[in-house]
């Protein structure tokens, strides 16, 4: 619990979604009235913050540590592989002496990390406890009083523990997974009541001894302990960013003083949109709209010092969009007050299974209690107890702490089409609440690195806000958190997911400029490519010949090692050759450059041969046909047979009934615009961008969903959402890889396409399609690229502004090949005729604004 609170200054903005809306889909109502309905001004609410308020600046990082038996070092790989809960439960023993001047009047003592302990303070036991394992959060924080267990001088600590149930984390990282099994302790004595904060009596460290055996009397005071070793320490549990993935400190929200968050991530305090609904129990409430208006507070009568689940009073709020971060409550109490939050992503999550269960919080008189880190949208608080001699429980307020990364929204774009632009906003404010401690998939799940929606979100993350810290340290951590070790395994145990990193790096690369990343990474990227080349079989066809699970898309056939995920990890492979052979000319290392470039050929050269069908497709499936487009396996000759046989079937209904095609997430769904872009079926891919992410956005989305089909059931929506081979209220609704069409509209609408190490060269290609005009701008590392296309008649004017340092080709659309030139600022310009004569390509090689028409 911390006593410093962000309550004062706390911002609503916007409006709840038009009861309308929730009860009908998109069709059912105008598509003007729908998006006014549901406006939030602005979606991101950190927006426009100009000074944001920095964790830094509001919190010192614990000095407590990780702990565990120390263990004889390994140089072994680190695999994807974690233990069983019922496996590696022998105890681990722990020992420590600190000494105490003056007794206090309140002590408690806090551990966290292991599924049991026993605890003994100058060999009384002082506590005895286990967890449920079946519980989501992977660690709990135990807590007890122990000053009765003290005394004046030197004092011992003596903890049995059992290895905690731990979560599921993909990373290649020691640390990580060290946490993520469940093997760690950290442990404290307060001199204070539960839930106050103050500097502790001993914490964990590397000056505590541990064992995996015990003799007789090992909890005693006068054991002799020379024998042991000193303890494994990991450092401060708010002391390294590898500490806060994967939703594996989740359950440290009740530890006190605990944050978990990096130092420049941001703070921002929302309160209640609404409140949904009430529930008196055998209490009551006095002041339920002060949580809206934050005009005074809220008063809870409770008829006993503690009532049950089924009596206590609760409120549901809702906070009118999807936020990262957690719940803050503060207390007006002079008694502690007990409480259980449970939030989720959707109401129903949030009433049924939250993803993190039913959190009780103890917040100290006049304090403060957080729930676990999250996203979320609405919230369920019981009171369960605290009120003494029949007085109220006083709450100061229940908001949000939406932490968020500061940065600044660089891109725009705007259309003639109001679904388009709330596309947009939608999909960048998507990315941005990814963005925390590192570039997450998503912040409720996984919360860690994952390179296939790096892939689609980087994009988005370049294209918007400029940004190159996070998103360079996600890349380099993909890899391995220690670089000086080699990598010898797929990128998050995922062929598909090695080779989306070498195309997200030559995508950051075209950004940002930044040679010195790849030159720290060369050695890293040649240790890589052997891993892969090592998978082709003599045919040159992926043949899995390390037995990972391979991925492509949570759609059948498409994930597990099958014919179809073998096929299509073939195609990816070769726009992940051609990407490394260019990052490889790039930092002169013109021989692998030449190597990888003939393996992209040979490579392509077999899928031609061994994996096409008699039409010329690459099998029924749209997710191998687009990644056979977007990697080149596919060369224009093989166009019609796709389009006609495959892609022209997205988003098609096949019969009445019959749906709209196979499962495809936003994930993929993303490198199927970019597969129609490729062919030059703009038209398709916005009419498909509108029915796919526009239905999200009619069916209320703030943030774009991990998963989503216009057929699943929408009466419960969130529990129809597929992924992971499996159905429910886990699936994300704020995901990464969901946000791909804001990037696709920059690039492709105002088409800006970066060709040269940090927009030394742009390719710039306008494409209005069905619009009447669209303007937006791209940061670059030399200043914004402006471009504005309107409809003039037949015709197109464009104007663009071209900082100092790009050299931009221009592509203009003309109205046939006998159309020889364009007008450039009024000045005929002859360019080169592209695309069958129905563009011109001039050159614009200085800085300076440009207006430009047939």
């Not at 940002?512 to 990474?521: I, N, P, S």
């Amino acid at each position: 619990m911390r006593v410093k609170s962000l309550a004062r200054g706390i911002v609503v903005c916007g409006v709840v979604l038009a009861a309308a809306w929730m009860q009908m889909g998109a069709q059912d109502l105008p598509l003007t009235q729908m998006l006014n309905a549901s406006r939030i001004e602005p979606l991101d609410p950190s927006r426009d913050v100009t000074a944001p308020v920095l964790e830094s600046s509001i919190h010192t990082p614990l000095p407590e540590q990780y702990v565990w038996t120390a263990t004889e070092k390994k140089n072994g790989k680190l695999v994807y592989v974690f233990p069983a809960i019922t496996a590696e439960t022998e105890p681990h023993y722990f020992r420590a002496h600190f000494r105490v001047d003056n007794v206090p009047r309140e002590a408690t003592l806090y551990v966290a990390g292991p599924r049991s302990v026993s605890v003994w303070v100058n060999g009384e036991l002082v506590e005895k406890v286990a967890s449920d394992t079946s519980s989501p959060l992977g660690m709990h924080v135990f807590a007890v009083a122990v000053a009765k267990a003290l005394h004046a001088g030197d004092n011992m600590i003596a903890i049995e523990a059992v290895r905690g149930r731990g979560v599921t984390g993909f990373a290649n990282s020691a640390l990580v997974q060290q946490q993520t099994s469940g093997r760690v302790l950290v442990a404290k004595i307060v001199p204070r009541a539960e839930g106050v904060e103050a500097p502790d009596l001993i914490h964990s460290g590397p000056d505590w001894k541990s064992s995996t055996t015990a003799e007789k009397g090992w909890e005693q005071s006068g054991f002799r302990d020379a024998d042991w070793k000193p303890v494994e320490a990991f450092g401060g549990i708010e002391s390294n960013i590898e500490m806060y993935q994967w939703n594996a400190d989740a359950g440290l929200y009740n530890w006190p003083g605990y944050d978990g968050i990096s130092p420049f991530l941001a703070h921002m305090p929302l309160r209640v949109m609404s409140v949904m609904a009430s529930y008196a129990g055998r209490g009551g409430f006095d002041g339920l709209k002060n949580l809206e208006t934050g005009n005074g507070e809220l008063h809870v009568h409770l008829p006993a010092a503690k009532l049950t689940d089924a009596e206590a009073p609760s409120v549901t709020l809702d906070f009118g969009r999807e936020l990262t971060g957690r719940l803050e409550i503060n207390s007006d109490s002079d008694e502690p007050m007990t409480v259980t939050v449970q939030v989720g992503e959707s109401e129903s999550e949030a009433l049924k299974v939250p993803y993190l269960g039913v959190n009780q919080m103890t917040i100290p008189p006049h304090g403060t209690g957080h729930s676990p880190k999250t996203a979320f949208r609405y919230a369920r608080v019981r009171f369960l107890g605290g009120a003494s001699d029949l007085r109220d429980l006083r709450v100061k307020s229940i908001h949000a702490d939406h932490i968020y990364y500061p940065v600044k929204y660089e891109g725009s774009f705007e259309s003639s089409d109001v679904l388009l632009n709330r596309i947009w906003e939608t999909g960048a404010y998507t990315a941005h609440l990814c963005m925390q401690d590192g570039v997450w998939d998503a912040s409720k799940r996984d919360r860690g690195r994952w390179m296939g929606d790096t892939d689609v979100s980087g994009p988005v993350i370049e294209d918007v806000f400029a940004d190159k810290m996070l998103l360079e340290d996600t890349l380099d951590r993909l890899l391995g958190a220690d670089p000086k070790l080699p990598v010898d395994q797929h990128v998050n145990g995922i062929p598909g997911y090695s080779s989306f990193w070498f195309t997200g790096v030559a995508d950051f690369y075209r950004h940002t400029g930044d040679k010195a990343f790849l030159e720290r990474e060369h050695q890293r990227m040649l240790q890589l490519l052997q891993v892969v080349d090592g998978e082709f079989d003599e045919r040159n066809i992926y043949a899995n010949k390390s037995n990972v699970w391979l991925y492509v898309d949570w759609s059948a056939e498409l994930n597990g090692d099958t014919p179809e995920t073998r096929r299509a990890t073939t195609l990816e492979f070769v726009r992940a050759y051609r990407e490394a052979a260019f990052l490889l000319h790039e930092i002169g290392d013109e021989a692998n450059a030449a190597k990888y470039r003939q393996r992209a050929e040979t490579v392509k050269a077999a899928a031609d041969k061994y994996l096409t069908d008699a039409s010329g497709t690459f099998g029924p499936r749209w997710q191998t046909n687009a990644a056979a487009v977007i990697s080149g396996a596919a060369g224009p000759e093989r166009y019609d047979a796709i389009w006609r046989d495959v892609l022209s079937k997205v988003g098609q209904m096949d019969g009445p009934g019959l749906g709209h095609g196979p499962i495809i997430s936003p994930y993929y769904g993303d490198y199927v615009l970019r597969a129609m872009a490729e062919m030059n079926h703009h038209e398709a891919a916005l009419k498909w961008m509108r029915q796919f992410w526009g239905g999200m956005i009619g069916e209320g989305a703030t943030s774009f969903w991990e998963a989503y089909d216009v057929d699943w059931y929408k009466e419960d929506f969130h529990s129809s959402l597929q992924a992971d081979n499996r159905s429910g209220y886990f699936v994300s609704l704020a995901h990464g890889w969901s946000s791909g069409p804001t990037a696709w509209l920059m690039e492709e609408v105002l088409g800006i396409q970066p060709t040269g190490a940090g927009f030394a060269t742009v390719n710039l290609r306008p494409d209005l399609v069905d619009l009447d005009w669209a303007r937006g701008t791209m940061p670059t590392p030399h200043g914004l690229i402006k471009v504005d296309a309107r409809k003039k008649g037949s015709a197109m004017e464009i104007a663009i502004d071209l900082p100092e340092g790009v050299v931009a080709r221009l592509s203009v659309p003309v109205s046939g090949a006998s159309v020889t030139a364009v007008r450039v600022n009024g000045k005929s310009e002859p360019g080169e005729s592209a695309e069958s004569g129905t563009r011109r390509v001039v050159v614009l090689d200085h800085a300076g604004h440009y207006v430009v028409s047939e």
